[in-house]
């Protein structure tokens, strides 16, 4: 079958140059096609015009599995060999069906309507462990196609040579590859096995393809389009045995596919190179980051779409990632030819991977495979020697930039609020990319200063706010303030930030100053020469004294005084941690008259600047002598 590329949906979609009539083939028969173990690479291969030459040449059975399906002479190809009696099996999602992508759901629509059983991974429907295979099983020749390419014509074929997206798709005729694969599918289309990684419990995870439809609001135009579909008959009995994986396949992206890279990526002495479309996970990061302090090099290619992926939490984690590695120094360049870097390959010199996992914590259906230098070392040496070509093309990969967080949006106190509490926090949104935020705070829009560092949770689910709370401010008092959004990067290159709105609000209660009336019968006044303006207040329960001075000076103090006035002069002083057991702190004779005053005073040698402190629980008592005397 002849196709062509024509631009729809935004994707490009390959489309049969001729018209398919009553289902008929509408090209000649292909020739035999040769038994493969092959490796392919999509921006240099046709990999459709493969795909369908292996279903038009099948006679026993077709089991195949897909995340996206948007290549619409895959499907032709499918219906033309259920109508010529040749059994099909096709798995789903109904996430990638329902809520991603319209293109995969028109194709699955028009197979439907051919009566070709389907069955979509449905359960759990409120997380995401998603049949994320890209993989087809032509059982009566013993081959199966698997690898990091959707089955959609943006993925599988080039559409020149400046548009093309990188992916692997390997064809392989290993009866142990092969035996695993059809096992491992006949367990998926019967689902009576329980997931051991799964967290939504046991079966059934799969839902026929009609009672999942009737089930979504999105699948509701189906009967509109097609009233009159052809009947589907599903049969979910086993057709395979139960094989064992061989131990270099993983089954499934997380914890399993994860640490069999780390294991890897430490084993390997003398070049690491790894492509990465997702990365949110930080042990594959660390174990980067150790190899390359130890002196091992490290190439990193990226896809810079997805590190600028906004839609979930989760895969801002990929930007936190790549920013900590290129601030270490590690060697990284991203796509900047037209389409998608969408391989999943790490090169070490024992192994290369074909893979359809990103390098994420969630578990859900995948198929990866590291092929061993040597068992397979034509596939490994095609592979590596792609990942190579790869670095070294200055057209179509540059130096990784690193790019700037969102910046913060400001949410309490409101701006402009007013009787706002002493001890209020400072809250602001969520920025995307941030990984931790410095705060300022001032009197002026102009002159704010920086208050705190407040790091970014990065997890999966981070919260939807972060807040700091101000350790001492005014009552009465106008303040500003603001939020900078920063990253890994920023401390490499301070450029890398983002600066929020300027809010303002103004605390509740009375502005108090030198010589200003405090509860009776507290009084405040400066001692001695002071620079910046000093001020006294008290508010809930606590005093708050400010003075020149803040941590600028291994002298600035803040304690209690007992004077006879207010000229400069010593007193004895005591302590204590609980009111009962004091303790002498210091000794000087002084001429106590019949009146004394007792205070608290805040110091400093800066003057500069105010050191700012606060007393709780404060009361004036007539208590007998430590000592005795």
Known sequence: MNVSANRRG??????????????????AGISSVRAADQVYFTSKTNVTDLIVQRINAETVRLDISTWYLTEHAISIAIANRFHAGVPVRLIGDRGSIFEIDPNTRREFYWLATQGVPIRLRYNPRWFPEINHWKMGIFVGQNIVEFGSANWTAFELAPFSSTNYNDNTAIFTDDPELVGAFKSRFDQIWNDTIAEPQSIGGGPPYLKDWNAACGLEAACADYLVQYPSPAPMVIDTARREPDVPAPPDLVWGQGPDFNNRLVTEINRE???????????????????????????????????????RNRVWPEFWLTHANLDRLWAAGVPMRQRVHVGLTHMKTLVTSAYAT????????????????????????????AIRTQVEAMWNDTTGFVPFQPQPPDAATLAEPGSGATGVAINTRLVWNIAAFATSYDVYLGTSPSNLTWAANVPAQLVNNPPSTYYWAPPSLRPGTTYYWGVISRTFATDVNTAIHAVSSVWTFTTAGTSFGGGATLPSPWASQDIGAVGTPVAAFFWNGTFTLQAPGTNTNTFAKAGVT????????????????????????????????????????????NTSTLNTSTFDTAAVEMLSSPSGS
């Not at 935004?10 to 090209?27: D, E, I, K, Q, S």
Request: charged share 10%; net charge positive.
């Open 10 to 27: 935004g994707f490009w979609m390959a489309v049969p140059r001729c018209l398919v009539v009553a289902l008929g083939v509408c090209c």
């Open 269 to 307: 002495p003398s070049l690491i190179q790894l492509v990465i479309y997702r990365l949110t996970v930080d042990n594959i990061t660390q174990a980067l980051l150790g190899q390359w302090r130890a002196g091992v090099p490290v190439r990193l290619i990226v896809e810079p779409n997805e590190y």
């Open 354 to 381: 074909n893979a359809s996992s990103n390098y994420a914590a969630n578990w859900q259906r995948d198929h990866n495979y590291f092929v061993s230098s040597a068992v397979k070392p034509s596939i490994y040496s």
């Open 562 to 605: 007992l004077r006879t006035s207010l000229a400069p002069d010593t007193v004895r002083g005591y302590v204590s941690s609980e009111g009962t057991s004091w303790t002498a702190v210091g000794t000087t004779n002084v001429d106590v008259g019949p009146r004394v005053l007792a205070g608290m005073v805040v110091g400093a040698v």
